[in-house]
């Protein structure tokens, strides 16, 4: 089984967030940017399926800053090939335009099952997942938390409430992972740089960027803060006793 | 192109989900500005009483027995051509499970602009605006509704859901499917919540742990301090995917909504999927390390304390309290 699990790196939301002078997007100069999670998830789920039976999974990602780090821990989870593609990434990508160069690449590798994270945080066009699956004529399921492959898959995905539908899926097909069934594992940042030493990124260009079909931000702004919490001061200990004095009042005590 | 706003609406298992009445009220104002009708378009199989309380001009009510679970396959195949007959201002679709599978599926087939994680329009006088929620909550990015047809979808809270149900049921008319006999994507069988463990949608205080609780052994610290105040622990998606909670004790998008009169968020951002489902608590009260965490805006009282130096203090004092009362 061939598993193409292609990533995206997003802010990482701990920094405090700035907006730059156009007023209508974040300062990429204050920006970290990390792994978006649900794509860590997909790599740990296309990993789980791998040890499950012979399989080989690809990791492709587009060529930023901080995405050598992602694509070495995955290698150092067991990923077999990590691919960087290079192009004009430089003032930001919406994920029309990153599903376009996904799917032009991808397509070479002739996958049977493509797995990416079902959202990002900082998606404002919708995810990357359906759109590349679109492109690359392929079934779609979102919001899937356990995959079981043979000739097809067995996706388990999420409605709210709690409840799952197991679902049979035609393959290939690009599945949007919630959850993987076993959380991300941890690798010391030792195994990490031992794989920098063996593993390989490979380059390839990118398609040239197309950004159709994705809106306009002209503003962007923080939330407004009318009804903000009344904040508790002092140490932990005074705000344990102020809030037994707000349980009682409140009737919880 | 028209000035109408269609709303995909979703349903699943006999219910109507609140985002599909959140879009309803969110289109009736679009309406009013682009001065279309609101067209209500559901897909189902033997449901159409479902659609007595939509607030909506009218249901475009489309049977098929590939409707009676959600498949991508067929209600990608289907509003395919419900877009591309009526040519709308925009079509509302849920950021959900269901409306996330099928829009940017759609933006891409149709050759149509999308947005995502909207949470409010503004049309006052002018074109109207999209205003969508990103970044965990953080940010909120705004711009013209794209042309000629916006797809949206929509994340609840900008809008009540009492504002799109109806006293009166619409006019109802039928449409067609497509052929749907060779569908990639099927429902085998559901898979309902485990029973037997505490339903925290009827818990009366909840004791919510995020991503700050850090590990599995702090978990305990929670569950002492819910029991010390006669509640039980719930979590956000972070503490449920470590596998630290059962997945029954998960309040969010895909979890439970919940009511409580009493919801303490330890360590938990406020991420938009997860407040969502918390706004019909009596009384929240956030402690954050992060004094930027969206949680900090939905919550009465605050503090920016470390959980864990707060949870044993507080169970204490909870306890010695108790004891005095």
Known sequence: ?253 | MNSDIFVVIEHLRGQVSDISYVMLAAARGLANATGGKVIAVMLGHDVEALARDLAADRVLYIEHAAFADFSSDAYQRTLENVIKENAPRAVLFGDTTIGGDVAAWLSTHLALPLVSACRTFRADGSAPKFVSQICGGKMMAEGDLPAPTALVLMVPGGYKPEQGRAAQAPELVHGSAPALDDLRVTVKEYIEPAVGDVDVAKEAILVAIGRGVQNQDNVELAEELAKSLGGVVAGSRPVIDQGWLAPTRLVGKSGKAVKPKLYLALGISGAPEHTEAIGDSEMIIAINTDPTAPIFDIAKFGAQVDMLDLMPVLTEQVQQAKGLA
């Open chain 1, 1 to 253: 089984m061939n598993i193409v699990v292609p990533i995206k790196m997003v802010p990482d939301l701990v920094e405090e967030l700035v907006i730059d002078a156009s007023g209508a997007r974040l300062d990429p100069d204050a920006l970290r940017l990390r792994l978006n999670e649900f794509d860590d998830h997909a790599i740990e789920q296309a990993i789980l399926l791998k040890e499950k039976g012979a399989g080989q999974v690809t990791v492709v990602a587009p060529d930023i800053e901080g995405v050598d780090d992602a694509l070495f821990t995955a290698a150092a989870k067991g990923a077999d090939r990590l691919i960087k593609l290079t192009g004009n990434w430089n003032n930001g990508v919406n994920n029309h335009a990153l599903a376009r160069v996904f799917a032009n690449f991808i397509k070479t590798l002739r996958p049977e099952l493509i797995l990416t994270g079902v959202q990002a945080h900082n998606d404002l066009d919708g995810a990357v997942g359906p759109q590349m699956a679109e492109h690359l004529g392929m079934a779609y399921v979102g919001y899937v938390s356990g995959v079981i492959v043979s000739d097809k898959a067995q996706v388990r995905k999420e409605f709210p409430g709690g409840m799952i539908a197991e679902m049979n899926v035609v393959l290939p097909a690009v599945l949007g992972i919630q959850a993987a069934e076993k959380p991300p594992r941890y690798v010391p940042i030792s195994k990490v740089r031992a794989t920098m030493k063996t593993a390989k990124i490979e380059t390839f260009p990118a398609m040239e960027l197309e950004t159709a079909g994705a809106p306009t931000t002209v503003r962007l702004f923080q939330p407004e803060t009318g009804a903000r919490a009344t904040m508790l001061e002092g140490d932990a200990d005074a705000v344990a006793t102020r809030l037994v004095e707000i349980f009682r009042e409140s009737g919880v005590l």
